[in-house]
């Protein structure tokens, strides 16, 4: 069965200081993998996405950057965070067309 | 941006009564999905319904799906408090690579 993993699974950080945060996916090969952010309330504003190794689209202009340096391994950066970075970072995988598969979820916060 | 939209934004019932929550969109869809939340966790899939199909059910989930009127809605019957939690809707839009469109979440309370 195929299981996603995220973690951690909270962070507090100060401003301007780095991020990374990783999710894996187990049982699959070549998944679509996505990245979004959840402000408190409210809905999913998708971040980024990849179809495959190396390949990321992004959809929003941020402070952000994603990196999918394996098949399974999707990356969630930034050099300098910002307060307004914090939120819930999700990250979920789909099979082509159907329902996607949601992490446990991040929750960052920025001081 | 977040195409969809759900009505009401919160719904307070009682348990055993049905609860009904409303999504609408604005551009041609492949499939619409709806999700659930528990309060800080990820979301979990609960239903699908493609875009020629008008209705679905599943369990005391029934959701239908209007394409002229580019509105769903998401019917839970008998429900529970263990129902509590938010519902999001999320629309696989024609052209768009398997992304998804969440709107902007119903959260439901049951109370006993």
């Known amino acids: 069965s195929q299981t996603i993993h995220q973690w951690p699974a909270t962070l507090v950080q100060p401003v301007g200081s780095p991020l990374s945060l990783e999710c894996t996916v187990e049982g699959t090969s070549n998944p679509n993998l996505y990245w979004y952010r959840q402000a408190a309330g409210r809905g999913l504003q998708l971040l980024f996405y990849?179809?495959?190794?190396?390949?990321i689209s992004s959809e929003v202009p941020q402070n952000l950057s994603a990196s999918r340096p394996q098949d399974r391994q999707f990356i969630l950066s930034s050099k300098k965070l910002l307060l307004s970075d914090s939120g819930f970072y999700l990250c979920?995988?789909?099979?082509?067309?159907?329902?996607?598969?949601f992490g446990p979820g991040t929750r960052l916060l920025v001081l | 941006s977040q195409q969809g939209e759900e009505d009401p934004q919160a719904l307070s019932i009682q348990e055993g009564e049905n609860a009904t929550m409303n999504c609408s969109y604005k551009t041609s869809i492949n499939n619409l999905q709806w999700y659930r939340q528990n309060s800080g966790r990820g979301l979990v899939h609960l239903i699908l319904?493609?875009?020629?199909?008008r209705e679905k059910h599943s369990g005391r989930l029934r959701v239908t799906l209007d394409t002229s009127k580019k509105s769903s809605s998401l019917l839970i019957t008998a429900s529970r408090a263990a129902d509590t939690a938010s519902y999001f809707c999320a629309t696989l839009n024609t052209g768009t690579a398997s992304k998804l469109t969440f709107g902007t979440g119903t959260r439901l309370q049951v109370t006993l």
């Open positions: 979920a995988w789909n099979p082509l067309g159907r329902d996607q598969y």
């Open positions: 990849s179809v495959g190794i190396g390949q």
């Open positions: 319904i493609r875009s020629n199909e």
